[in-house]
Structure formats: C-alpha cells, structure tokens
C-alpha cells in the first residue's frame, strides 16, 4: 500500500512536467488595458492612437504585460514580463504552456504575428 502511495505521489508531482506547448495569438498589451477591454478608453483619455507607447506607458506606471485576444476579449498572463517589451502593441503569437490555475503563459517564444 505504502508503494502505491509513494508512486501516485510521484506520477502527480511530474504530470506537470508533462503539459505540452501551445501556440496562443493576440496582441502583446498591458494588464490594465486588457482588463478593460482593450485600448479604446486609454486612447479617448490621451488622445493618441498608438497601443505600442499605451502599453509601454501602462506598463511603467506599474501594469504588467498580457497576451490579449480582441475577439474573445480574454486576455493570459506572462510569466516573462522582459521578452514581451520588444512587441509591446503588436500582434504576436506566443508558443508556451498554460497554467490554467493562475491564467499565465509560461512563455518560451514570442514572434510577430505573420
């Protein structure tokens, strides 16, 4: 029995291990900005267009990085907050794996969308 134990426990601990990359598209934006939807409101408010210098701005002023989707208006997480900047308003895809627990890619490649 003891055996059992010992082995479940073992299987559990590297099934996470396990998960397999995927590839998820959108645009590289900022945290708050996707909370609301996208960068509509931020815009309005400053007067500009330009999702690259509202990401970037959000981000300084403490927003995090996040891989948004316009059509579902879903937005994950980025475990890697440096990669990220060089594509900062631009459509991206992202091949990582999804921590669905906590929303967050683990990113292992960002490249401009084609």
Same mark, same amino acid.
């Given at each position: 029995?003891?055996?059992? $134990?010992?082995?479940?426990?073992?299987?559990?601990?590297?099934?996470?291990?396990?998960?397999?990359?995927? %590839?998820?598209?959108?645009?590289?934006?900022?945290?708050?900005?996707?909370?609301?939807?996208?960068?509509?409101?931020?815009?309005?408010?400053?007067? %500009?267009?330009?999702?690259?210098?509202?990401?970037?701005?959000? $981000?300084?002023?403490?927003?995090?990085?996040?891989?948004?989707?316009?059509?579902?208006?879903?937005?994950?997480?980025?475990?890697?907050? %440096?990669k990220p900047?060089?594509?900062?308003?631009?459509? $991206?895809?992202?091949?990582? %794996?999804?921590?669905?627990?906590?929303?967050?890619?683990? $990113?292992?490649?960002?490249?401009?969308?084609?």
């Amino acid at each position: 029995m003891k055996k059992l $134990v010992l082995s479940i426990a073992g299987c559990l601990l590297l099934a996470p291990g396990l998960a397999t990359a995927a %590839t998820f598209s959108g645009e590289i934006m900022d945290s708050p900005c996707a909370e609301g939807g996208g960068h509509a409101s931020m815009f309005k408010k400053e007067g %500009t267009n330009d999702a690259k210098a509202c990401t970037l701005a959000c $981000v300084k002023a403490g927003g995090k990085f996040v891989l948004f989707n316009d059509s579902t208006k879903k937005y994950y997480m980025l475990d890697n907050q %440096t990669k990220p900047r060089a594509f900062a308003g631009q459509q $991206v895809q992202v091949t990582g %794996t999804l921590n669905k627990t906590s929303n967050t890619i683990h $990113v292992a490649e960002i490249k401009a969308a084609s």
